[in-house]
């Protein structure tokens, strides 16, 4: 009843929080109001964090089958395996810092309540689309997820082209799923069903293969996202509030990997296999376009932002090696990426909190002045490029394992993303730390506060942990991954 309880507590957190400022109100001050506010938001998503963390705790590693199954007339059929049990707890994990980050009484009570409801709304709705095991419910959570987002970049949003921005990501992100809400249609008309477990045993005409696969690659090639459906990316990331840009990195970009992983690789074999080479070649210039593009950016958001489709791509290369490494190396470079880029996103966010900019030109010299603040930040730029004992440097290598037995070109040319990353990450560092301090634009410094380094601190920790312990994911993610590979490869024989 594990998941049953955690969907129940957010139900009822979404509708507590919706009507207990009115309570509030009429007892307290409009002060004392918002602080007790603030203070059970976090209370509660620290509950939420718990509960999700329990899986992990309770999960047989041992099966590849789906666990803590709900098979009933209200919520159809939803269930975890190896591999949406991370996803899961990353999604926790991200949006209590986010609630801790925010964690500001000066706003308005009313302003106060719509962003913790908002969050609430994203964590059900992601949580949703992670442990659905029905094709159309996916869907409706999968789109679902832009209506708390829209909102809270067009209103959290930092500066004035945050309307235009919003836009962007809608529209994009919102058209490329018509075209998977048409492949699940057409998967409707022919098996009369949507759920996972049987669509994942039928067979396709070749042709009709090719047109699914093509119609859902399309969907989440926009999230993930592919070049040259990467636009709304940098731009949203810019105008988002901080909280809205680790929700983007960390989360949204996620689904568009988890879509391929648990839909268009079982579902489309014959397709993802003869469409390998196109997706590899996208995936290669995405990487080398967006690396190149890194290097020019002036905004410290932009950087991280195009940092994202690289390693996200590299993903991408993995996920269609299809092959047990590059399944498993892809599941664990996107939890990497979601707890190094967030943690980066972060440290930039407070730094804008701070001075009002973004502007790489602007800063210098923060090694004299934010010591602590330059020594996480050069820990996480290390994580960033692939550094040996870090969470990102498993998961590449397992990758570009796997490309060694597909094709050696594509290996080298995807692993040029390594020494691309380096470039342009210490060239951000070392423009941030070190030189003068640039005193003509900046006056007044302050090291990290103490909640900072308290979300600063938990993600460090994990980045070494997984690093240094990769079984305590790998363990979990590995029969879900053997199986998946015996499934495509089974239909592939039998096509």
Not at 25 to 47: A, D, R, V
Not at 398 to 425: G, P, Q, R, W
């Amino acid at each position: 009843m594990l998941l049953f309880l955690l969907l129940f507590l957010l139900v009822v957190g979404l509708g507590y929080f919706i009507f207990s400022p009115m309570f509030f109100i009429t007892k307290y001050s409009k002060l004392k109001s918002n602080i007790l506010l603030t203070n059970q938001s976090i209370f509660f998503f620290g509950i939420n964090l718990l509960i999700t963390s329990s899986f992990w705790i309770f999960f047989d590693k041992s099966t590849h089958e789906f666990q803590f199954i709900e098979n009933n007339n209200y919520l159809n059929i939803i269930g975890i395996d190896g591999i949406s049990l991370f996803f899961i707890i990353l999604t926790s994990l991200l949006i209590f810092l986010c609630l801790v980050d925010s964690w500001n009484y000066k706003v308005s009570l009313s302003k106060n309540q719509e962003f913790i409801i908002y969050f609430l709304l994203l964590d059900l709705f992601l949580i949703f689309s992670f442990i659905t095991l029905d094709l159309l419910v996916f869907y409706v959570f999968f789109e679902s997820v832009l209506i708390p987002m829209f909102l809270i970049i067009g209103i959290w949003g930092s500066r004035e082209r945050k309307i235009q921005a919003d836009f962007y990501f809608f529209i994009y992100t919102f058209l490329g799923s018509i075209l998977m809400f048409f492949c699940i249609l057409i998967l409707l008309y022919e098996t009369y069903s949507t759920n996972f477990l049987i669509l994942q045993n039928t067979f396709f005409e070749s042709d009709k293969e090719c047109l699914l696969w093509f119609f859902s690659f399309i969907a989440f090639s926009v999230k993930i996202p592919m070049f040259p459906f990467h636009l709304w990316l940098p731009e949203a990331h810019v105008e988002a509030p901080t909280a809205g840009s680790v929700i983007l990195a960390g989360l949204l970009l996620k689904l568009g990997g988890y879509g391929y992983l648990r839909f268009v690789l079982p579902l489309f074999p014959y397709a993802s296999y003869y469409y390998f080479p196109i997706v590899a070649i996208f995936g290669i210039i995405s990487i080398i376009y967006a690396s190149l593009t890194t290097i020019r950016q002036v905004d410290l958001k932009r950087i991280i932002a195009y940092s994202s489709v690289a390693h996200m791509n590299v993903v991408l290369l993995g996920l269609f090696a299809a092959n047990p490494n590059g399944l498993q190396g892809a599941v664990f470079l996107m939890l990497a990426h979601g707890i190094v880029s967030s943690a980066l996103f972060f440290i930039i966010g407070n730094l804008y909190k701070r001075h009002g900019t973004r502007l790489l030109n602007y800063y210098g010299g923060l090694a004299f002045r934010m010591p602590l603040f330059s020594i996480y930040l050069l820990i996480f730029c290390l994580a960033n490029v692939g550094t040996p004992l870090t969470f990102n440097f498993i998961g590449e290598l397992m990758i570009f394992i796997s490309l060694v037995d597909k094709n050696f070109f594509i290996l080298i040319l995807s692993a040029s993303s390594v020494v691309l990353s380096v470039i342009y990450t210490m060239w951000f560092f070392n423009r941030i730390v070190f030189g003068g301090l640039k005193v003509n634009f900046i006056k007044t410094w302050s090291d990290i506060t103490r909640k900072e380094n308290f979300i600063f601190f938990i993600l460090l920790f994990l980045t070494f942990l997984f690093g240094i312990f990769p079984n305590l994911i790998l363990d979990y993610t590995y029969v879900s991954s053997n199986y998946l590979y015996e499934l495509i490869q089974f239909k592939l024989i039998n096509v």
